[in-house]
Structures are given as structure tokens and as C-alpha cells.
Nanobody, 124 residues
Framework: VQLVESGGGLVQPGGSLRLSCLTS????????IGWFRQAPGKEREGVSC????????YQSDSVAGRFTISSDRAKNTVYLQMNNLKPEDTAVYYC??????????????????WGRGTQVSVSS
């Protein structure tokens, strides 16, 4: 299984970014994807997750109403749309995968496969 994140960058407060997580290696859609982030000096934090088989999702209170996770099965890609970004959203964002599984969580140790991360910086 391989995961490749993209879409990070520098954005002003209130701006938007869309992160992508391209997956390969799963034999079918029975897997879950989680987005996590880690800011300097802080522990890794679960942000949002999706079960690709039925598009059920979960997200943390810290991003509810601002971030949306979605999947495009045809492209083997999961997206994290991030709106109204705040300086405290600055972190390296990682996508992670596990399967076979059809219920997602935002607990890091539930995931066996990880991407290398993409930097998101929110600053004026």
C-alpha cells in the first residue's frame, strides 16, 4: 500500500486549501483513510476520516464546519477540503490508511500505512 499527499502550501488566514491523498495497493474499496496533522512540538492529532466503501465520515471538533473529507473511488483519491483556515491549523498533514475495514477512526495507531506528509502553513 502506498499513499501520496499533495496540495499543501502557504495560505492567509481565512483562506482555503484542498489536500489530496492518492492511494494504491488495496484490492477493493474496503479500507479507511484518515487525515492527521502534527505541528512543531505537539503530538499528532486526528482530523478527519472516511470509510471508502460507503463514504461514512468522522471529524474532530477542532475542524467541524470548516474541513470536509470526501473520496473519488475512480481516482483512488481522498480529499480534505479546508476552508476558513486559521494559524493554529499550521502543521504537517498526513494521510493514513488501513484495511480491510469499513469503520474509520481518527486514532493514529489504528492505521498501518502512512504517507510522507504535506506542509500547510497559515500566516499573514
Amino acid at each position: 500500500v502506498q499513499l501520496v499527499e499533495s496540495g499543501g502550501g502557504l495560505v492567509q488566514p481565512g483562506g482555503s486549501l484542498r489536500l489530496s491523498c492518492l492511494t494504491s495497493g488495496f484490492p477493493d474499496d474496503d479500507y479507511v483513510i484518515g487525515w492527521f496533522r502534527q505541528a512543531p512540538g505537539k503530538e499528532r492529532e486526528g482530523v478527519s476520516c472516511i470509510a471508502v466503501s460507503d463514504d461514512s465520515t468522522y471529524q474532530s471538533d477542532s475542524v467541524a464546519g470548516r474541513f470536509t473529507i470526501s473520496s473519488d473511488r475512480a481516482k483512488n483519491t481522498v480529499y480534505l477540503q479546508m476552508n476558513n483556515l486559521k494559524p493554529e491549523d499550521t502543521a504537517v498533514y498526513y494521510c493514513a490508511a488501513d484495511g480491510p475495514k469499513n469503520v474509520c477512526t481518527i486514532t493514529a495507531w489504528h492505521y498501518r500505512h502512512w504517507g510522507r506528509g504535506t506542509q500547510v502553513s497559515v500566516s499573514s
